[in-house]
């Protein structure tokens, strides 16, 4: 019992709050109250969301054959039956009660599921003015790849998205990337752990401890969500966050299995994988055959998925006489054993050293200290606030976005397929050993 809730404390440092004993009893009130903001305003919106989709449910249990099995939909059926066969009084309540009937379904639910959606891109777009665009974050997102092309730029309609997995803030940073959330655009669903969600909510932690990491997304519950919304679904093949006690336990177990070892990134799990290219094999069949009766169908327009590979780099100011070695990141088991020193990459991080010289800095020459780059796994609650970043240093995010084509997965044998997803999360340390090959910081004075 002491073991397992000790787990769940280490494992909430890692992934939401960050080291208890490193900053929090450091913090000042203005920012104690930056943070309380954060999350009060993430539970309201959570709790919003959760009283529009329980409204929006029961509109569905008490209106539609969708929960036929229910005592009340028998209910509804023996009363609407009554009212036909009652002379006069009977036909006018029965009228009646078919108005309200096509006042819940085509009038209140639209207006509850575009309110819905409405919310949910104000969460999106709040967490990301409270991090990645606010100048206090000190954040520095650098995209490459395939984003968009000269012919056909980015479809927020494209049907799935994959990325590697290292830190809850993922969520965020994909959702800034892959939709435009001040138009109100349709937002992503992530698919994890078993289950395909609006939002990151407290359900989702829940599934991390009691989910097996192979747990399959069924097809039909693809099916549900994408005919209701449509949306783009992301999902991370690693399932877990990628921390140092985590990458150390898969990698001996996928030796022991003789599995690959990827130097980046957890080894993939296949199952939702799998659902989802046979989700999109089956939608494309039909809609070939409307195609060729001439009807539009929206999930014809989805012609690409996307790999994403992402990495969080914090600077280090490093001396050669150890009294006046300075880290300037979040020192962790995980960081100090995925140290990548970033070289002559040019015109990508512009950073600022800032900090007030004590007096043994004074002595410190410059010739005598140099620069290098921690890749690290930050929590979401640093990702918001640069806490445990000395001076306010810059976390700096790569993205790396690849444009594939959605043909590459269909007609294809399990096995194909997940060969196809091994070699992408293999290459995945060949694109991040480049950029970290071809950085450069420059240092510039205030």
Avoid at 106 to 128: A, D, G, Q, R
Wanted: hydrophobic share 35%; proline share 3%; glycine share 0%.
């Amino acid at each position: 019992m002491f073991s397992e809730l000790k787990r769940i404390v280490e494992n909430f440092e890692e992934l939401i709050s960050g080291p208890f004993d490193n900053f929090w009893f450091f913090l000042d009130k203005k920012s104690l109250l930056f943070i309380e903001q954060i999350i009060l305003k993430i539970i309201y919106y959570y709790i919003l969301i959760q009283i529009l989709s329980f409204l929006i449910s029961l509109i569905d249990l008490i209106f539609t054959d969708k929960y036929v099995w229910l005592p009340i939909n028998t209910i509804l059926h023996i009363y609407t039956t009554i009212l036909k066969i009652v002379p006069l009084l009977g036909q006018s309540l029965d009228k009646k009660s078919q108005a309200l009937k096509h006042y819940f379904l085509n009038v209140t639910k639209p207006f509850l599921e575009n309110y819905k959606k409405t919310t949910i891109s104000k969460y999106w777009l709040f967490l990301i003015e409270k991090s990645i665009k606010n100048p206090e974050s000190h954040i520095k997102l650098v995209i490459t790849g395939d984003l968009y092309d000269k012919e056909d730029n980015f479809n927020p309609q494209t049907s799935m998205v994959f990325s590697n997995h290292r830190s809850i803030f993922d969520y965020v940073v994909l959702q800034s990337i892959f939709c435009d959330i001040n138009n109100n655009s349709t937002n992503i669903n992530f698919s994890c752990w078993g289950k395909i969600l609006d939002i990151p909510n407290i359900r989702l932690f829940k599934e991390i401890f009691t989910k097996n990491e192979n747990f399959r997304v069924d097809v039909e519950n693809i099916c549900n969500k994408k005919n209701i919304q449509n949306n783009t679904i992301l999902f991370f093949p690693e399932v877990n966050v990628m921390t140092y006690n985590v990458k150390i336990l898969q990698d001996k177990l996928n030796f022991q299995n003789d599995n690959p070892v990827c130097k980046e990134t957890l080894y993939p799990r296949y199952n939702t994988f799998l659902s989802l290219c046979h989700f999109y094999e089956q939608t494309n069949k039909e809609s070939q055959k409307q195609i060729n009766l001439k009807q539009e169908n929206t999930q014809s327009k989805q012609k690409f998925f996307y790999n994403s590979t992402l990495t969080y780099y914090k600077p280090e100011l490093v001396s050669k006489n150890e009294d006046l070695h300075h880290y300037l990141a979040h020192q962790n088991n995980f960081c100090q054993q995925n140290i990548s020193l970033l070289q002559n990459y040019k015109n990508l991080v512009n950073f600022k050293w800032n900090s007030k010289k004590t007096s043994n800095d004074q002595n410190l020459k410059h010739k005598d200290c140099k620069y290098q780059m921690l890749q690290v796994s930050p929590s979401l609650l640093e990702c918001f606030f640069p806490i445990n970043r000395n001076e306010k240093q810059p976390l700096i995010i790569r993205v790396h976005i690849e444009k594939l084509p959605l043909n590459l997965l269909l007609d294809k044998s399990d096995k194909q397929l997940e060969l196809f997803l091994e070699k992408k999360f293999a290459a995945k340390d060949d694109i991040i050993n480049q950029f970290e090959s071809n950085l450069k910081i420059k240092k510039h004075k205030k």
